[in-house]
């Protein structure tokens, strides 16, 4: 189900002022780095709806992910032009060369990891529960028989369903909306008892909305990647190699205090349960 797409198509609007270039969009021709370099742009995808990680501000989307995408692009010799696109399609998106990268707080999967190259993680996205301060749950297991929220097509709702058939909870009734903060407000407002969302995002909410508390939910550990196409290792080796970079020297981290007022682990390789190697890597 996704709702209050008014509040989408508002974003997505806006966002479109960002992200016009001299070609239509349809007619972008992404390729490998050389001729990114050759173009001078670097085309990201990403859900300009999710704040801070991506959010539409005045006429520039802004947030952690532009930030670590601006520099980036800077390593490379080239412009970064963002592009705001509909979170359920755009893996698909990337593979019509409407971008040449994603960096949206994506989660990396293992059913992603067959589509996309990973780059290393540049942050935690471990599932949380998020839930009134007041509420006497302190385990997962405690939203059992209850409602929750999560972004409608989004890893969280992958995560919640593989939760439900996993067998760990069920739920009585699943929500899902048009972006992560719409399930967080359904909280606030009582429509939902818990939301679920990677760690980050529940952080930032919890910075400006007092009341409420976290609780750790099913399964291990999750990691925020970027993804790139299959076929473009080149380019996912040179990103790659600015996010070590930015590691090592400490802007990620400064990056990370800016819009989080602290920072998060972020480990040197994808999990092995995502059965996936950096830049697809032998």
């Known amino acids: ?44 995808g990403m859900s300009a709806a999710y704040k801070p990680f991506e959010f539409v501000e005045g006429e520039q989307i802004v947030g952690l992910d532009p930030d670590i995408i601006q520099i980036i692009a800077d390593e490379l010799g080239v412009t970064a032009e963002l592009i705001d696109t509909n979170w359920a399609g755009v893996v698909p998106s ?27 993680p540049y942050g935690e996205q471990t599932f949380y529960f998020l839930t009134q301060a007041d509420r006497a749950a302190e385990t997962a297991k405690d939203f059992d028989g209850l409602t929750v929220s999560a972004e409608g097509g989004g890893a969280a709702q992958t995560g919640i369903e593989k939760w439900v058939a996993d067998g760990h909870i069920t739920f009585k009734d ?7 903060n719409e399930a967080y407000l359904a909280v606030k407002v009582g429509r939902a008892d818990a939301a679920v969302d990677g760690l980050p995002g529940l952080m930032a909410f919890m910075q400006t909305n007092p009341g409420f508390k976290l609780v750790k939910g099913f399964g291990p550990d999750q990691v925020m990647i970027m993804a790139i196409r299959k076929e473009d290792k080149d380019l996912c080796e040179a990103v790659d190699a600015v996010i070590t970079k930015i590691k090592a020297d400490g802007r990620l981290a400064a990056i990370q205090e800016k819009w989080f007022g602290q920072t998060m682990p972020a480990g040197d390789t994808p999990p092995a349960y995502l059965g996936s190697n950096i830049c697809g890597r032998s």
């Open 94 to 120: 990337l593979y019509a060369n409407k971008f040449d990268i994603i960096i949206s707080a994506m989660t990396g999967t293992p059913e992603r990891a067959e589509r996309v190259l990973f780059t290393q």
């Open 1 to 44: 189900m996704r709702l209050l797409n008014t509040i989408r198509a508002a974003a997505l609007a806006t966002a479109a002022v960002v992200a016009a270039a001299p070609l239509a969009i349809e007619t972008v021709s992404a390729g490998t780095l050389d001729e990114i370099k050759a173009r001078g742009s670097l085309r990201v």
């Open 174 to 180: 699943q929500v899902y909306l048009s972006n992560p």
